[in-house]
């Protein structure tokens, strides 16, 4: 099986701009979680889809949104970015009650 | 969701055995203790998970106290490729696929 892919790698944006992140899951993987990764705050969770539905959410402000599409996958979207934005995005799917697969990850410089 | 404690950094001579401990005495009944590993921000690794036995694969072993609230990974022979951070995770009752990262544990596997 393919793994969970993400795209794109490597983005850099303006402050004050939005971004959108793509996330392929395993396929027959139905939830797909997004997070954010930074070295003063280490791992986050941000939300997670399931069947289409945000099912649990994270502490992070409105900014952050997300979505599942109806084959699964997902994008998630920072609005309005700021600097403290700079991060590793990674998404993770799994199927029901197992263990989580990560992606590469997309590596967002804000500047 | 239960918290773990981890030392931040361990040394391990390449070709011995390394164990690594979790803290997690906040534990409950139904939650199971996960490991994953992340070399060098690439995405995280899924190792091992149980919830009251000891487990095997192979990559690792996990044993989990009778009560519960620690747990040891155990590469049995460590490689320099094993250089990573683990992260412990006590997986939510509710919130399965939330999960919890924190600090983890560096291990340095040296020649």
């Known amino acids: 099986k393919a793994g969970v892919t993400q795209t794109p790698r490597y983005l850099i944006k303006t402050r004050g701009q939005q971004v959108t992140l793509s996330c392929s899951p395993i396929s027959g993987h139905r939830s797909v979680s997004w997070y954010q990764q930074t070295p003063g705050q280490g791992l986050q969770f941000l939300f997670e889809?399931?069947?289409?539905?945000?099912?649990n959410k994270g502490n992070f402000p409105g900014r952050f949104s997300g979505r599942q599409f109806s084959n699964s996958r997902s994008e998630m979207n920072v609005s309005t970015l700021e600097l403290g934005d700079s991060a590793l995005y990674l998404c993770?799917?799994?199927?029901?009650?197992?263990?989580?697969?990560f992606g590469p990850g997309t590596r967002l410089t804000v500047t | 969701d239960a918290k773990t404690t981890q030392p931040p950094s361990m040394d391990c001579a390449e070709g011995r055995a390394a164990n690594l401990p979790c803290n997690h005495s906040t534990i409950s009944g139904n939650e199971y203790v996960y490991w994953y590993r992340q070399i060098h921000s690439q995405g995280p690794q899924y190792i091992i998970h149980g919830l009251k036995n000891n487990e095997t694969n192979e990559m690792a072993s996990l044993i989990i106290t009778e009560d519960r609230k620690s747990s040891t990974l155990i590469l049995p022979h460590a490689t320099l490729r094993d250089t990573a951070v683990y992260y412990c995770?006590?997986?939510?009752?509710?919130?399965?696929?939330?999960?919890?990262f924190g600090s983890g544990t560096k291990l340095n596997v040296k020649p």
């Open positions: 995770i006590v997986r939510g009752l509710y919130n399965f696929n939330k999960f919890y």
């Open positions: 993770a799917s799994s199927s029901l009650g197992y263990e989580q697969y």
């Open positions: 889809y399931f069947s289409e539905t945000q099912r």
